[in-house]
């Protein structure tokens, strides 16, 4: 019989058995000191909370501007997704896909992900595609870059400041808002929460209401 308490290390791949703790608190490796786990309170209602503001802030900053630029009497708006066009029509086509998978479809799959995860915890029995979804977060979270674009941008306002009057847009700072809410939504997600909430097809086939009856056997 499977014991789901029973872990192995990361790091150093000792297996041991997580003991109850109370809420808040974390469980390391005794060989590496390597964390295993944090008890974190109310996991899913508070990432579900995250990730609808987190949902928001995407949608605010995906539909209006970003920056705008003010020269010789012109002014020139952006969107996260029109910067990453312009940068296909000139030639960097390579450079628009990254920043166009990395800013934008990668987060918009975090949240999704998320959302679909908790919401189908939210059943007597999970579906089988929360563990899918499950998986594949990580994918996600590696690939979201958002932090790193704004980077980026900041660097280019410091050199364009000298020649045109920079106008920051709504989306900008959604975009900083959007930032911290997926840092705290990783820091209060709890995916063992979410595998001990599934029932594995296995138990179901070893279980004494499912098994048929066995023959060959000799008392």
């Known amino acids: 019989?499977?014991?789901s308490k029973i872990v192995a290390c990361l790091d150093c791949d000792l297996l041991q058995r997580i003991p109850d703790v109370p809420t808040g608190a974390s469980v390391r490796c005794p060989r590496c000191d390597k964390e295993l786990w944090r008890h974190k309170p109310d996991s899913l209602n508070r990432t579900f909370a995250l990730t609808l503001a987190a949902l928001v802030l995407y949608i605010i900053a995906n539909a209006v501007p970003m920056l705008g630029l003010h020269a010789v009497g012109r002014e020139a708006f952006t969107?996260?997704?029109g910067g990453a066009q312009q940068l296909w029509h000139d030639g960097q086509q390579i450079v628009a896909v990254l920043?166009?998978?990395?800013?934008?479809?990668?987060?918009?799959?975090?949240?999704?992900?998320l959302l679909l995860i908790v919401t189908g915890c939210q059943r007597e029995r999970p579906p089988f595609w929360v563990g899918l979804f499950l998986r594949n977060l990580h994918f996600t979270r590696t690939w979201s870059m958002i932090e790193v674009m704004l980077l980026g941008v900041l660097v280019a306002l410091t050199k364009i400041a000298d020649y045109a009057h920079v106008i920051l847009g709504t989306a900008l700072f959604a975009l900083f808002g959007l930032v911290f809410l997926l840092a705290m939504i990783q820091?209060?997600?709890?995916p063992r929460e979410v595998w001990s909430r599934i029932e594995w097809a296995e138990e179901e086939a070893h279980s004494p209401e499912t098994a048929g009856p066995v023959t060959g056997v000799t008392p």
Request: aromatic share 12%.
């Open 1 to 3: 019989m499977g014991d």
């Open 187 to 190: 820091s209060s997600f709890d």
């Open 99 to 113: 920043v166009l998978f990395a800013a934008v479809i990668s987060p918009a799959l975090q949240i999704i992900f």
């Open 79 to 81: 969107t996260v997704i």
